[in-house]
């Protein structure tokens, strides 16, 4: 009998699930690994060689410390449930003009609930991943709570805004209080030297060689066909030239355009139904106001009445100043000073202090 019970981990053969993985072991809790094969590069059609966590490399690397440590290691094939919930979102997002947050999606759909699944057929009590962020019980409301990673810049507590508090209530983030540099470090004294150097993958893992523009084009029969020569617009409607397709631009973007206007411009509006794509100034692209949908809160069950947060509209955002008051489904978001690149389909991530308030999605 295990000195804390039966614990599934998420291992994907990188060095953060591996080292949660082994730190857990190492406690006294009865390890059962699981990787997950969610999608493979052939269905995504990636002419370079398959990496990242759905290799056959990172699989056998989870494998091969599992069996190192002596606790069983399983695969799990959800490329069905992944590609018609996550992919087909991703492909529709980018249709419908939005650019989407497959990576939240992922995990509060698909990722927690398998391994909840699994881990009921397994008899474990709690689940794991090698995720940057902690997690408490709060006494005050019996809630339990995310805040940010001890690595400011490893925190990975935006892409887990969607996690339900019933799926909270079962999970663990061993890594939490841990810097990246001293995971390497616990990687090298179990002796993983190669594990310690592998390097990480910052690209959507099923858009091969980090192209989704080649992506939705593989995904979509005749895309440019459909979508080629719409129109460049300025905010008063003038047309100053043509685009590849609105599906190949999110708001925001200065780079490849392919248009010179004789100052930087931006993406601010995306039209589907026009296949126009309005060009703004930065100043042009500027907003005070947001609202999200789909709205999960996390520390507070409601938030009705306005409160003072920091509002974080993407992944490496520094985060704004904001008041924020729900307003029946939705979240209304004012800014204390405008801010630039609002895409609709993205997260907006609110914090007290370290502490995750919860998210949505932008309108």
């Known amino acids: 009998m295990s000195k804390h019970g039966r614990i599934l981990v998420a291992m994907s053969g990188g060095v953060d699930s591996s080292v949660a993985a082994v ?10 690994g699981l990787t997950m094969k969610t999608w493979d590069y052939a269905s995504a059609g990636g002419s370079s060689k398959e990496t990242g966590c759905c290799s056959l490399d990172s699989i056998n690397d989870a494998r091969a ?3 190192a440590y002596g606790f069983p290691h399983y695969i799990l094939d959800i490329r069905n449930e992944f590609g018609d919930f996550v992919i087909d979102n991703f492909v529709d997002e980018y249709l419908a003009g939005r650019t989407p947050n497959p990576c939240v999606l992922c995990n509060t759909h698909i990722k927690w609930e398998a391994l909840l699944k699994r881990a009921d057929k397994l008899d474990c009590e709690f689940i794991a991943t090698g995720h940057y962020a902690n997690i408490r019980l709060q006494p005050e409301n019996n809630r339990y709570v995310i805040s940010k990673g001890r690595d ?5 507590s935006y892409v887990l805004w969607g996690v339900s508090q019933q799926n909270l209530a079962r999970t663990k983030f061993p ?5 990246k540099a001293e995971i390497r470090q616990m990687a090298l004294e179990m002796g993983q030297v190669e594990l310690a150097h592998k ?6 893992c099923f858009v091969p060689d980090n192209d989704y523009r080649a992506f939705l084009r593989h995904k979509v029969d005749d895309l440019d066909a459909r979508v080629a020569g719409g129109d460049f617009v300025l905010t008063d409607g003038t047309v100053v030239g043509k685009h590849q397709g609105y599906p190949f631009y999110t708001i925001g973007q200065r780079k490849g355009l392919g248009i010179a206007l004789g100052q930087p411009m931006f993406v601010t509006h995306i ?3 026009t296949n126009r794509v309005t060009l703004g100034t930065q100043d042009e692209l500027k907003r005070s106001v947001a609202f999200v949908k789909n709205l999960n809160l996390v520390k507070y069950e409601h938030i009705i009445q306005p409160l003072e947060a920091v509002t974080k509209i993407r992944y490496k955002d520094a985060g704004t100043t904001s008041t924020i008051v729900q307003d029946g489904e939705l979240m209304k978001i004012d ?7 609002i895409a609709p389909g993205q997260s907006a991530v609110f914090y007290e202090g370290n502490d995750l308030l919860g998210g949505g999605f932008l309108i």
Request: charged share 20%; aromatic share 10%; hydrophobic share 35%.
């Open 65 to 67: 410390l599992a069996v």
């Open 152 to 156: 400011e810049h490893k925190d990975q």
């Open 271 to 273: 039209d589907p139904a």
């Open 199 to 204: 390097s990480e993958s910052y690209e959507i």
């Open 175 to 179: 890594l939490g209080s841990f810097t």
């Open 23 to 32: 730190m857990l072991h190492e406690q006294g809790y009865e390890v059962i």
């Open 335 to 341: 800014f204390h000073h405008a801010v630039s690149g």
